[in-house]
């Protein structure tokens, strides 16, 4: 969970951000995955269905575009004294080429499935719990980022620390979300995923 208690001292007092669109976090295993949860591919092959006059299914995107990938959640039961991390498996947009690219970013360096894009980029960076409240993972994403280059120069759209929390606090809601689905499920992916192809 999120307060502004836990925010570093980039976000405490709210932040100015506008992505530059550089494209730069669409590329490379640098930058981390880009997770992809049920909501984010239903979205998403909505989005191309409609605009990019194509005929995907859930399974024949997964198939295309989506990778398994790692991931890790801590988890306190309500009345218990301790928790624990669990490491699990989630879903991410399968890279492509040398520079590992998103496979939907143009080659300007466009996003061609804005309004359709997932949760994690739409809420890059004042909605990333891993980034609003560590001053490392900040001044190491500030290095291939120019909004947040701007932001330290008070250069952008103004967030307040109540928007920040509320966009982290989103994230948090379907990482949890999705943790007690997996739980349930006993951490098979494909039980939680049916429409995932086999060899994914
Ligand atoms: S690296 Fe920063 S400025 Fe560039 S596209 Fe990503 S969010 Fe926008
Ligand atoms: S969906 Fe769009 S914003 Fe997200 S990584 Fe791909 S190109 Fe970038």
């Known amino acids: 969970m999120t307060s502004t208690d836990n925010l570093s001292k980039y976000f405490k007092d709210g932040i100015y951000f506008s992505c530059q669109l550089c494209g730069e976090c669409c590329k490379g295993f640098n ?11 239903v979205n998403l092959v909505k989005y191309i269905n409609e605009n990019m006059d194509r005929d995907e299914t859930l399974t024949s995107f997964c198939n295309k575009y989506v990778k398994i990938i790692h991931t890790s959640f801590y988890w306190k039961k309500e009345g218990a004294s301790r928790g624990r991390t669990y ?25 061609t499935v804005h309004e359709g894009r997932p949760f994690q980029c739409r809420a890059y960076p004042i909605g990333w719990n ?7 993972n ?8 120019p909004g947040l280059q701007k932001a330290l120069k008070n250069e952008g759209h103004y967030y307040s620390p109540e928007e920040v929390i509320d966009w ?33």
């Open 31 to 41: 930058n981390g995955e880009v997770y992809l949860y049920h909501d984010d591919i």
């Open 130 to 136: 891993m980034l609003i409240k560590s001053i490392r």
């Open 87 to 111: 490491s699990f498996k989630t879903l991410g947009f399968k890279f492509e080429g040398d520079d590992e690219h998103c496979p939907f970013i143009s080659d300007e360096n466009l996003c």
């Open 168 to 200: 982290a606090q989103k994230e948090y809601e379907i990482e949890k979300k999705f943790f007690l689905e997996m739980k349930e499920n006993e951490f098979d992916i494909y039980k939680v995923y049916p429409y995932l192809p086999k060899d994914l």
């Open 138 to 145: 900040f001044r190491k994403y500030s290095r291939e980022c």
